[in-house]
């Protein structure tokens, strides 16, 4: 966690009461989900003080853009501000619980040989130990490519299928250029398996426009078209609908939930489902490691549901980060504890990959 310079200025606005009378009314909400009274503080504070003197120290907060009242004469609530403020500076994350180690180790002894379906069995315990829904981005498949095929579906759809030379197989469905035909898709296939040479994808469509730019006349316009489009769908939302798994939607639509709010998360989910705004949390794995909690707005995918997510990288065996993986849930989260079972997911999903590499 970071202690940002508006989080500092704000705690320097605090004195030792105010900070602790914030802090409690965070734990609260946190822990019931209801605001939190000035009769219910004077209980638990650590000095003496009547309900009056704790009530001025909330208005106080509430001018400070940390605490809000939904009702008039309630109690109050953190802002997504206080709960960044809380999260940054005064939130004590627990130990991982046992049980909690315990059900995430299971998956390694899973006899699940594909990484995806191993990737999927971590994202179902995580979501299910966690109660929120559960985001696991997978690593790209970077083996050198062996045999590249395209094949005709009808006259607008076609699949580009990769045969990699660790034996891996994979395919995608992409929109063909028009007047395309199937003897045109195996010459450009063919093309193509000419010059992969131990090729990534990416380097493979890299390599191909450079051959492009230097040689028009070996291939046809349509054809090269045709390359672009099949090779560029693992570069965009093509691999992104293979890559990111979600688990765990059931856990956040709350029958007894405001029917505004099963909407909102209606919503982020077919977001999800569409893959919009996907780049938002690719971009997490690229921010360097350690787990990043984001409320509300803070990130623009989860801006209209009114969700946090907390986050972390995973890296392979060179200290390289690879993927992420992820827990959406309402901002009302228990953060010290969620915070560590993220942190641990992700080391053991980099164990888990980098000890299958060297088997």
């Given at each position: 966690?970071?202690?940002?310079?508006?989080a500092q200025h704000?705690l320097?606005?605090?004195?030792?009461?105010s900070?602790?009378?914030?802090?409690r009314?965070?734990?609260g909400?946190?822990?019931?989900?209801?605001p939190?009274g000035s009769?219910?503080?004077t209980r638990?504070?650590?000095?003496?003080v009547s309900?009056?003197?704790?009530?001025?120290v909330?208005?106080?907060?509430?001018?400070?853009g940390?605490?809000?009242?939904?009702?008039?004469?309630?109690?109050?609530?953190?802002?997504?501000?206080?709960?960044?403020?809380?999260?940054?500076?005064?939130?004590e994350v627990?130990p991982?619980?046992?049980r909690?180690?315990?059900?995430?180790?299971?998956?390694?002894?899973?006899n699940?040989?594909?990484?995806g379906?191993l990737?999927?069995?971590?994202g179902g315990?995580?979501?299910?130990?966690?109660?929120?829904?559960?985001?696991?981005?997978s690593?790209?498949?970077?083996?050198?490519?062996?045999?590249i095929?395209?094949?005709?579906l009808?006259?607008?759809?076609?699949?580009?299928?990769?045969?990699?030379?660790?034996g891996?197989?994979?395919?995608?469905?992409?929109?063909?250029?028009?007047?395309?035909?199937?003897?045109a898709?195996?010459?450009a296939?063919?093309?193509?398996n000419s010059?992969?040479?131990?090729?990534?994808?990416?380097s493979?469509?890299?390599r191909f426009r450079?051959?492009?730019?230097?040689n028009?006349?070996?291939?046809?316009?349509l054809?090269?078209?045709?390359?672009?489009?099949?090779?560029?769908?693992?570069?965009?939302e093509?691999?992104?609908?293979e890559?990111?798994?979600?688990?765990?939607?059931?856990?956040?639509?709350?029958?007894g939930?405001?029917?505004?709010?099963i909407?909102r998360?209606?919503t982020?989910?077919?977001?999800?489902?569409?893959?919009?705004?996907?780049?938002?949390?690719l971009?997490?794995?690229e921010?360097g490691e350690?787990?990043?909690?984001?409320?509300?707005?803070?990130?623009?995918l989860?801006?209209?549901?009114?969700s946090?997510?907390?986050?972390?990288p995973?890296?392979?065996?060179?200290?390289?980060i690879?993927?992420?993986?992820?827990?959406?849930?309402?901002?009302?989260?228990?953060?010290?504890?969620?915070?560590?079972?993220?942190?641990?997911?992700?080391q053991?999903?980099?164990?888990?990959l980098t000890?299958?590499?060297?088997e």
């Amino acid at each position: 966690m970071r202690n940002t310079p508006d989080a500092q200025h704000l705690l320097e606005e605090m004195n030792t009461r105010s900070r602790e009378v914030f802090r409690r009314v965070v734990e609260g909400y946190l822990h019931s989900g209801q605001p939190v009274g000035s009769r219910t503080l004077t209980r638990d504070m650590s000095e003496k003080v009547s309900a009056a003197t704790v009530r001025n120290v909330m208005q106080d907060l509430e001018y400070l853009g940390l605490l809000d009242s939904p009702h008039i004469s309630a109690g109050r609530v953190p802002t997504n501000l206080g709960l960044r403020l809380f999260v940054d500076s005064l939130l004590e994350v627990s130990p991982l619980d046992q049980r909690d180690r315990e059900k995430l180790d299971l998956t390694l002894g899973s006899n699940e040989r594909d990484v995806g379906g191993l990737l999927e069995q971590v994202g179902g315990a995580l979501s299910g130990i966690t109660q929120g829904a559960s985001l696991v981005l997978s690593p790209k498949h970077e083996a050198a490519i062996r045999h590249i095929e395209f094949v005709s579906l009808s006259a607008d759809r076609a699949l580009v299928v990769l045969v990699f030379a660790d034996g891996h197989v994979e395919n995608r469905l992409f929109t063909p250029p028009r007047g395309m035909t199937p003897s045109a898709m195996r010459e450009a296939a063919n093309y193509l398996n000419s010059m992969i040479e131990g090729a990534t994808v990416s380097s493979l469509l890299e390599r191909f426009r450079s051959e492009i730019a230097r040689n028009r006349r070996e291939i046809d316009a349509l054809a090269a078209t045709l390359v672009e489009q099949g090779l560029a769908v693992w570069e965009s939302e093509g691999e992104l609908q293979e890559r990111l798994i979600v688990r765990g939607r059931a856990n956040l639509l709350d029958e007894g939930a405001p029917a505004e709010d099963i909407e909102r998360i209606r919503t982020l989910f077919d977001d999800l489902e569409r893959k919009r705004d996907i780049t938002e949390f690719l971009e997490l794995t690229e921010q360097g490691e350690g787990v990043r909690i984001f409320i509300g707005a803070e990130n623009r995918l989860f801006s209209l549901t009114g969700s946090t997510l907390v986050v972390s990288p995973y890296m392979n065996a060179e200290r390289k980060i690879i993927g992420a993986v992820g827990v959406i849930g309402p901002t009302r989260l228990n953060y010290g504890r969620i915070v560590p079972i993220v942190d641990y997911t992700a080391q053991l999903v980099g164990r888990m990959l980098t000890d299958r590499r060297t088997e």
